[in-house]
């Protein structure tokens, strides 16, 4: 008999989180006469008691948004900073998250990857330099509605801070550090959103559609400390919007620290920042701040795709070249080639032509992206890296001289993995060796099973925390070739 569904969904309910499972979803379970009946709840911890509201429910589970938490675990410990949604796991010391994103993690690739040694081959975690202050950029928004997190209540007024947990439509103010970005923005931002509704422009009001203050954006270079700022709005009253002194009062609360200011007008309805239609000005100083990693520099622009943790980064990309480069002392021929997949603005195809005379081959079929990395290899002087505008599946066809020619492979997809018809393309490539970085373990320990079929063993899996306080874990797992399928 087909079990009826307990709940109703947008049904709240309050909760004892009991365990947790990958991605960070916290686990509850309820008795019933068919047996327990499980509810996952998104960024809940064990030992909390918390108020989640049922987003979809079928026979034998539930998945909950979090909206509050009641009780904290007892593992949990005060902060000295403004909690945000964004940072779930804050309250829980960094060691306790290892464990937990270590146990998690691991379990996805006994389940989904069938990899049966995987005590044999992982390597363990490796943390983050900085666990606080780590982010180089950070997303506000505007809202008219807010939510007061001492009522509980909405409130209509002018807000600017982070969308509250659940929502779409209201936001809770800023109004100190938040313990993961800049100290000096987020604590003017009291000052700054005051000055922004004394404008008289209205913040964006989500449900109706309509306002002028969308989002503020704010990119750092960790290594120079400067800023470049985006404020993006609609055109709605654009003529009563006095940028002059929109950047006079940046400057007073940010001084010299403001590298460059950007306006994004944006009036596409739905609730993102890059506009489909419409234009992005600098307004002030210099559309990108530069970012260095081992030595090299990248000018990274707002749009630009670059690391969020740099300091962790570099203890990633490090790993990655020594994997990649680890038997070119025994003696292997120096014709062959390393390639570059999913390489962006080049920052790891770089550091591999500067750790070998060998040719590196980056590849994007972003061609913006490809312009980039080209643009920065010349600016540090790189000579040993060609990048290339292509598809994997007809790059071999394009360019013939590499058949035969690429020994090692590093891939670093974005965190939706890699598609199977692109991981089919990127084996028949033929690479010795595959160093696969990604920031969804999840697609990794899936494409595992794929991988081994083609004769591909992995021999090696470590773990990354290039987002302390959060779910997220980056894992950079080695595969030899040891069979022709």
């Known amino acids: 008999m087909k079990r009826e569904r307990l709940f109703r969904k947008n049904q709240v309910l309050t909760l004892d989180i009991q365990d947790i499972a990958f991605g960070g979803k916290g686990i509850a379970r309820q008795e019933t006469e068919q047996g327990p009946f499980v509810i996952f709840v998104q960024n809940a911890l064990p030992g909390q008691r918390v108020n989640a509201r049922v987003v979809k429910c079928k026979s034998k589970y539930a998945e909950c948004k979090l909206e509050d938490v009641i009780e ?12 945000i949604p964004g940072a779930p796991y804050a309250h829980l010391p960094i060691a306790d998250q290892h464990i937990m994103k270590e146990q998690t993690s691991l379990e996805l690739y006994r389940k989904i990857g069938n990899v049966e040694h995987i005590d044999q081959v992982y390597q363990g975690l490796v943390g983050s330099p900085e666990n606080w202050h780590y982010r180089n950029k950070m997303e506000y928004s505007f809202s008219a509605i807010v939510h007061n997190p001492k009522t509980g209540e909405k409130e209509d007024r002018f807000g600017l801070g982070f969308k509250r947990r659940g929502t779409w439509w209201a936001v809770e103010d800023l109004n100190r550090d938040s313990g993961l970005f800049d100290a000096d923005v987020e604590n003017a931002m009291p000052q700054l959103r005051a000055w922004l509704a004394s404008t008289d422009l209205p913040a964006w009001h989500p449900p109706r559609r309509e306002g002028f203050f969308r989002f503020l954006v704010v990119r750092k270079s960790i290594a120079t400390k400067r800023l470049l700022i ?13 940028r002059d002194a929109f950047i006079a009062k940046l400057r007073a609360l940010l001084g010299d620290r403001v590298q460059g200011v950007l306006h994004t007008v944006n009036d596409d309805k739905g609730e993102r920042v890059e506009a489909r239609s419409g234009a992005s000005t ?27 943790n740099p300091a962790s980064a570099e203890r990633l ?61 010349q600016k540090n002087g790189i000579q040993n890296a060609e990048f290339y505008a292509a598809d994997v599946g007809k790059f071999l066809l394009e360019y013939p001289e590499y058949v035969g020619k690429i020994e090692t492979i590093v891939l670093d997809p974005p965190r939706a993995g890699i598609s199977p018809k692109t ?17 969804n373990p999840a697609t990794q320990a899936r494409d595992i099973a794929t991988l081994a079929e083609a004769g591909y063993a992995l021999t090696k899996l470590t773990f990354v925390d290039q987002f302390p306080h959060t779910a997220h874990v980056e894992a950079v797992a080695v595969f030899e070739k040891t069979a022709d399928l």
């Not at 985006?230 to 006095?242: E, H, M, P, R």
Request: net charge negative; charged share 25%; aromatic share 10%.
């Open 230 to 242: 985006n404020l993006v709005t609609t055109s709605d009253g654009i003529a009563d919007f006095d």
């Open 72 to 83: 904290r675990s007892p593992s949990e410990q005060p902060i000295p900073y403004q909690e």
């Open 423 to 439: 991981l089919r393309k990127v084996i028949r490539l033929q690479a010795k060796r595959m160093v696969y970085v990604s920031c």
């Open 317 to 377: 990309y490090e790993m990655t070249i020594s994997e990649a480069t680890s038997d070119w002392i025994d003696g292997s021929p120096s014709d062959n080639y390393v390639m570059d997949l999913f390489c962006g603005t080049g920052t790891i195809s770089q550091l591999l032509a500067r750790a070998s005379s060998r040719k590196i081959i980056g590849v994007d079929i972003v061609e913006q992206a490809i312009v980039d990395a080209r643009r920065s290899a």
């Open 282 to 308: 600098c307004i002030f100083g210099d559309p990108f701040v530069t970012e260095t990693l081992h030595g090299l520099d990248f000018d990274v622009e707002m749009a630009s795709f670059f690391q969020t």
